[in-house]
Every structure is written in C-alpha cells, then in structure tokens.
C-alpha cells in the first residue's frame, strides 16, 4: 500500500515555542492532505484539509493562525503548530487519499508533541 | 447533525468471535470505513464498504446495512495481538471522513 510518513515522531518543547511536523506521501501524489489531532481515548478530530498550492480549509474552531498549514508540494504538507502551550500536547496525524474520490486515506505513523 | 455511535469497550476471549457495531447518520454518504488503531500509534486501514453486505478478508468482516445506517466488523478466531482500538468512519458528501469514538477492545486469555 501508499506510504505516508510523518517528521518528527515525538517532540517536546517549552512553552511559547514553534514546532513544524512534516507529513510526506513517500511514492505517491497527495493534492490533499487530511490534518488530524487526537486526545487520549478519543476520536479523531479532523483539524484541517490541507490543499497542495492553495489555502488550507480548517474546520470550524481551529486557529488557523495558530495551527498554520503548508502543503507547498504534491508530496509534502506542513503543520506548525505556533507559540505552543500545554493545552496544546496531542497527538498529530495526517492522512493522505490516494484516489479522486478518497475511498481510503493512509496515515502517518503520527507526531506525539508534548508541550512544557 | 452527524453522529456515529460504537460501543466505548467490548471484551472477548482469545481464539473466538467478536462483533462490533457502528450506527451513523451522516449528510451525504460515501463510503464506511474500519480502521484498527494500537495505542500510541496511527490508524490502520481494515475495511471499505459502500454496498450493502458483508465483505471478507480473511479473519476480518465488515458488513454494512445503509437503510439501517448499521455496520458492523466480525473478527474471528481472535488473537492477543487483535487488543485494539477499533474505529468506525463515514465518508460524508465532501468525501470527508466523520469519525466514531473508537471502540476499545480488549482480548483475554
């Protein structure tokens, strides 16, 4: 199946920081990018649908200044998480449809960030 | 509004057979989806249904009623490693994934 990795797999930092996670389709093209963020025990809550040469379309109570989404390729796509605060530790995953009609997404293996 | 119900945990026993149900109501529907998800890590893709019936891969089956807005996934002959988190998703008519809480499943010896 497709490939989709995720950079880096686990980051901690201190309060007030930047931290980027890269998310790669790795042998395909990928126009759209699905950014997702999930608490222990819960759903997957949909943050954004990052869109390869456009603006990216957040979903209903995401910041969009603050969560800043960069699909600058067909293979790579960016979320960089601004001035970071506890609140915001969580699990990142993106995801990647291979086909015009979605029918299946590939995830990255995930970025747990851990914020101090 | 949209809404997929799946129970929070389910417990069986190693080596036999557990059936996990999802209920939706979506706008639009394009698909449903079960992925399998161990702690810690991303969802895996299990199964794909958009018509109504049952689909078997392997130890795996996934069957969907969309009258009913019913699925559910049959595993079979269950396994140590098959202790997961067991998640059911929708495509809604953007082709957007709306996503159930997970069903956590634990197997015992």
């Known amino acids: 199946g497709a490939v989709v990795s995720q950079h880096p797999s686990r980051v901690i930092c201190k309060s007030g920081t930047s931290v980027k996670i890269e998310c790669r389709s790795l042998?395909?093209?990928?126009?759209?990018m699905f950014w997702y963020r999930q608490f222990p025990k819960k759903s997957l809550m949909l943050m954004a649908t990052?869109?390869?040469?456009?603006?990216?379309?957040?979903e209903q109570g995401v910041e969009k200044d603050k969560f800043l989404i960069n699909h600058a390729s067909l293979t790579l796509s960016t979320l960089t998480v601004t001035s970071a605060h506890p609140e915001d530790s969580s699990f990142y995953i993106c995801?990647?449809?291979?086909?015009?009609?979605?029918?299946?997404?590939?995830f990255g293996p995930g970025t747990r960030l851990t914020v101090l | 509004g949209q809404n997929i119900d799946q129970p929070t945990e389910m417990t069986a026993t190693e080596g036999a057979i557990v059936q996990i149900n999802c209920t939706y109501q979506?706008?639009?529907?394009?698909?449903l989806f079960w992925y399998q998800q161990h702690a810690g890590e991303a969802p895996t893709f299990l199964s794909y249904n958009v018509l109504d019936g049952l689909e078997e891969k392997g130890r795996f089956s996934s069957f969907l009623s969309r009258s009913k807005g019913y699925s559910y996934l049959l595993l079979k002959e269950l396994q140590m490693k098959d202790s997961a988190s067991y998640l059911c998703a929708v495509g809604d008519s953007n082709y957007q994934l709306i996503w159930g809480a997970g069903t956590k499943l634990i197997i015992k010896p």
């Open positions: 990052s869109n390869e040469g456009s603006k990216a379309t957040y």
């Open positions: 995801s990647a449809p291979t086909s015009v009609d979605y029918n299946e997404q590939f």
């Open positions: 042998d395909f093209q990928a126009t759209t």
């Open positions: 979506t706008s639009g529907f394009n698909g």
